[in-house]
C-alpha cells in the first residue's frame, strides 16, 4: 500500500510563493507518474501539472509559467513550487501517484491566497 503525505500548505498573499511537498512511502516512487490536482470549493478537481517516471512535465494551461513540478526520486517525493500566487490559487492541493492502472492519492495540503 503507498502512502502519500503533502505538506507545505498554508495561507500566503496575493504575489507570494509556497512550495508544496509530496512524500510518498515504498519503493515504486521512481516507476510512478505523478501529478497535482487542486480543488477550490464547489468546483470539480483539476489537474495542475504532472510529471511522468522519465521526468517529462506537462500543466495546466493557466498555470504555465507560474508553477513547476518536480520529483526527487532519491527522496521519494515530488513538488510544486507556486510563484505569483493569485486568491484564485486558493484549493486543497492533493497530490496522485498512478503506476498501472493502480492510483493513489493523498491527503490535500490547504493553500489560501488572500490578503
Known amino acids: 500500500q503507498v502512502q502519500l503525505v503533502e505538506s507545505g500548505g498554508g495561507l500566503v498573499q496575493p504575489g507570494g510563493s509556497l512550495r508544496l511537498s509530496c512524500a510518498a512511502s515504498?519503493?515504486?516512487?521512481?516507476?510512478?507518474?505523478m501529478a497535482w490536482y487542486r480543488q477550490a470549493p464547489g468546483k470539480q478537481r483539476e489537474l495542475v501539472a504532472a510529471?511522468?517516471?522519465?521526468?517529462?512535465?506537462n500543466y495546466a494551461d493557466s498555470l504555465k509559467g507560474r508553477f513547476t513540478i518536480s520529483r526527487d526520486n532519491a527522496k521519494n517525493t515530488m513538488y510544486l513550487q507556486m510563484n505569483s500566487l493569485k486568491p484564485e490559487d486558493t484549493a486543497v492541493y492533493y497530490c496522485?501517484?498512478?503506476?498501472?492502472?493502480?492510483?493513489?492519492w493523498g491527503q490535500g495540503t490547504q493553500v489560501t491566497v488572500s490578503s
Open positions: 496522485r501517484l498512478r503506476i498501472g492502472v493502480s492510483l493513489y
Open positions: 515504498g519503493s515504486i516512487f521512481n516507476r510512478a507518474d
Open positions: 510529471i511522468i517516471s522519465g521526468g517529462t512535465t
